[in-house]
């Protein structure tokens, strides 16, 4: 290739995770599969961060408007001799080009590098972005003196106006930084090799694939394992590497007496007969350990780094939406009640009167996977004492419908080793979520927040009509979570008759 390859930060990162990925981020980005809804969501959370960020340091010019790459550089370079902070400043040197959240004036002729993450804890890949940062700055001349992590404290609790001082925590990471530089020149000329390369580098799969990040080309390289492949093995991944490595690629083909722990056997064992695994015994035990009417219970939250309301933390969960189906027997006819918050006030005090009218006194309240819920309800009594004794009562009558399934007493070889709602529905209703409009939490959550215009999503308003869409994608998708217990429940007992 006679075209010079410019290497980025995020281009760098790919390139640590993966040579492959790299190869496309350069010589083939439009292979590469768009960012959904979620994900760009996800994206804009970070970018609000960043806004906030700024304000710690007031003053500062900001470059990042500048949509022009050859602008931002020059503009740089103008603005250093000012000596104020500068966010989005820019460098390029060498075939390598980088930008810094924030740039702070220090001793003499030096400046200190403020990187911004929306993550609550230092990660090894953060140490190697502004190390990355931090060698291009070097070498365009721009001598770096400290290096800083700014990240989300989780212990700032909000008071009126978001105070950007307590929002952040700021951790020098100098030292680690100098440490991940050795070497980079090293791994920049390996990746610039295969960039050069007519075709992408053959990379094994493995958990680089997943860590750390899921990578957006996994399905593209995972295409040619079979559907119950190896690396749905219950638990750690080290074992399924260690099969693969060896050419074992299906789980049923996994040789006998080879070191496998209860559950894993399991699945083993469902794999080569092609029957699920039932243990009526225990099942059994669950379902008459329940107590009628029972109440199919289940909260959808939201959580963003930025609180949005006077005394929230930072991912503090934020219950906006349940659904509750109720039986009386369990093959009688379910009802069901579901509340859904409206406008960008706290939606919690409302939740918690109307969900207070729809569960009675006595009953089992089932739920899938207890910490959750519990978690949420713990929240709610600490921040609404008035409702704390109700809440202990009805925490203390939660039934969890994961325990079965994540027991391994009932398991069928086309839940691939987990125990989730999405994957039990199918293995022993033939229901899914396949279709739906919004099929899992996080999806849920951000589209709530779009629709109340409480949250940055650099989304254009919706209209009213896709308001009410979305409105009603929620309520399908919660009312498929508990009615599919309810789906879950009755078969199960079929299966231990």
Request: some cysteine; aromatic content about 12%; proline content about 5%.
């Amino acid at each position: 290739m006679n075209r010079r390859i410019i290497i980025s930060k995020s281009k760098y990162l790919a390139g640590l995770q993966c040579l492959k990925y790299f190869w496309y981020r350069v010589n083939a980005p439009e292979e590469i599969p768009e960012p959904g809804f979620t994900a760009r969501f996800i994206f804009n959370q970070g970018m609000l961060v960043g806004e906030y960020a700024k304000k710690l340091y007031p003053g500062g010019t900001d470059l990042g408007k500048i949509g022009d790459l050859k602008e931002q550089l020059v503009k740089t370079s103008e603005l250093l001799s000012e000596r104020k902070p500068l966010f989005e400043a820019s460098c390029s040197s060498g075939g390598v080009y980088s930008r810094a959240d924030i740039l702070v004036p220090a001793e003499t002729d030096r400046w200190d590098i403020i990187e911004v993450k929306s993550s609550t804890r230092l990660k090894e890949d953060y140490i190697h972005d502004v190390s990355f940062q931090k060698y291009c700055f070097d070498k365009a001349g721009v001598k770096i003196r400290k290096c800083y992590l700014a990240n989300i404290n989780n212990q700032y609790i909000r008071k009126g106006d978001i105070n950007p001082g307590e929002l952040f925590k700021k951790t020098d990471i100098t030292a680690e930084v100098g440490e991940l530089l050795v070497g980079i020149e090293d791994r920049i000329e390996e990746m610039l090799e295969a960039a050069a390369r007519k075709s992408s580098p053959e990379i094994f799969i493995g958990k680089h694939c997943s860590e750390p990040y899921i990578c957006p080309l996994k399905d593209k390289c995972w295409g040619f394992l079979p559907d119950n492949h190896i690396f749905n093995l219950y638990g750690s991944k080290n074992k399924a590497a260690e099969l693969y490595n060896e050419g074992v690629l299906s789980i049923k083909d996994i040789p006998d007496g080879y070191n496998l722990n209860f559950k894993q056997k399991i699945q083993l064992e469902c794999a080569k007969t092609d029957k699920p695994k039932i243990d009526k015994g225990e099942i059994l035990k669950f379902i008459n350990s329940l107590e009628y009417p029972l109440y199919f219970f289940d909260f959808e939250t939201f959580s963003t780094a930025i609180p949005l309301y006077t005394g929230v933390k930072p991912y503090q969960r934020i219950p906006f939406q349940y659904s509750i189906h109720t039986l009386d027997a369990i093959d009688g006819q379910p009802g069901h009640y579901d509340f859904l918050a409206e406008g960008a006030e706290d939606p919690r005090e409302e939740l918690l009167l109307n969900l207070k009218k729809q569960i009675g006194e006595t009953g089992s309240i089932i739920v899938y996977y207890e910490s959750f819920e519990k978690g949420v309800l713990k929240e709610l009594a600490e921040t609404f004492p008035d409702y704390s004794q109700w809440i202990d009562s009805i925490t203390a009558r939660i039934v969890d419908l994961y325990k079965p399934f994540g027991n391994f007493h009932y398991h069928n070889s086309s839940q691939k080793g987990s125990a989730s709602v999405k994957k039990v529905l199918p293995a022993i209703t033939g229901l899914s979520y396949e279709g739906m409009e919004i099929a899992d939490g996080m999806a849920a959550s951000a589209y709530f927040l779009y629709i109340c215009g409480n949250y940055d999503t650099n989304e254009s308003l919706p209209a009213k009509e896709e308001v009410e869409k979305v409105r009603d994608s929620l309520i399908k998708y919660c009312g498929l979570d508990t009615g599919g217990m309810i789906n879950i429940l009755r078969a199960l007992a079929k299966e231990a008759e």
